[in-house]
């Protein structure tokens, strides 16, 4: 498995990085040959935060966070997080066939969407809040900024491993390909807590 490191807003140690590789492997006995893992340590005053990524041989992605005072903790509390996930999808995962590993399916990002609307009027705390409502002249027309531009790749998957995949990435909803028609949908969490929710687009992905 190949293994990376990148600090941010801190000095590398030869120790934290021992650390961090010793703790993914725990995560090995759990995941069908992973083919890498990326850490990324960073600091924000007393915050201690790392992101972990598993790139896995079927195409799908195992994903995890976590903040602490202390990076060790942070580190601890990080890879249980991500056993807790693993072992529940474990046969799910184990049951997947092999893809090549270059096919990464990138899931929409809240903070993408989210910079897209820094332009409007009326932003508050990074929602956009209707304009006040005048009698003597009519509000201003919104006006949208895209700040930041991502392009994907709609990875082929069923709906229920498209849901597998949103859940070991930790996001609320995620963009993908449908294997058998080969149109792009998307599967999202409900809001009531009351399963899932699928958006069939009728567009077909393209490269």
Not at 10 to 20: D, I, R, V, W
Not at 135 to 154: I, L
Not at 168 to 190: C, S
Request: hydrophobic share 35%.
């Amino acid at each position: 498995m190949q293994f990376a490191v990148t600090f941010r807003h801190m000095e590398p140690t030869e120790a934290l990085k021992s650390y961090a590789r010793e703790r993914m492997e725990r995560v090995r006995k759990y995941l069908p040959d992973p083919i890498s893992c990326h850490v990324v340590l960073s600091t924000e005053r007393h915050n201690h935060r790392i992101d972990v990524t598993f790139q896995l041989h079927n195409g799908l992605q195992v994903a995890g966070h976590e903040t602490t005072e202390n990076m060790y903790s942070s580190i601890d509390l990080c890879i249980a997080k991500i056993e807790r996930q693993v072992r529940k999808y474990k046969g799910k995962l184990e049951g997947m066939k092999a893809r090549p590993h270059h096919v990464q399916a990138l899931p929409w990002s809240h903070s993408i969407v989210a910079e897209a609307f820094q332009g409007m009027h009326g932003e508050a705390n990074g929602h956009a809040v209707p304009p006040q409502a005048s009698h003597d002249a009519a509000p201003p027309s919104p006006e949208f900024t895209v700040m930041k531009t991502e392009k994907f790749h709609a990875q082929p998957l069923s709906v229920e491993n498209a849901i597998v995949q949103m859940n070991l990435l930790h996001e609320r909803f995620f963009v993908f390909r449908h294997q058998d028609t080969g149109q792009v949908a998307v599967v999202y969490k409900r809001e009531d807590g009351g399963g899932y929710g699928l958006i069939e687009t009728g567009a077909t992905a393209t490269a």
